[in-house]
């Protein structure tokens, strides 16, 4: 199975939350970071990317784990 992290563009730092109430999003350091989301579909992992961007204007990519 094919899981999915979003990653702040240029960082080791990978998306932990998206708090659409206080519009903001939050990010922890490293790739085997358990508090780092993952997502089990592209779609969904397409959809937090997009929250990011829109959120915060941040840059980031898809990543395959």
């Known amino acids: 199975m094919i ?5 702040l563009g ?3 730092e990978f998306l932990s939350d998206i ?3 206080a ?6 350091k ?3 970071n ?3 989301l993952m997502f ?4 969904a992992a397409k959809s937090a990317s997009n929250a990011v961007d829109e959120i ?8 395959e784990c």
């Open 3 to 7: 899981l999915y992290k979003i990653r």
């Open 10 to 12: 240029g960082t080791h």
């Open 19 to 21: 708090d659409r109430e």
């Open 23 to 28: 519009n903001e999003c939050k990010f922890v």
């Open 30 to 32: 490293g790739w085997n």
């Open 34 to 36: 358990p508090l780092a």
């Open 40 to 43: 089990y579909t592209y779609d």
């Open 56 to 63: 915060e204007g941040w840059r980031n990519s898809i990543e």
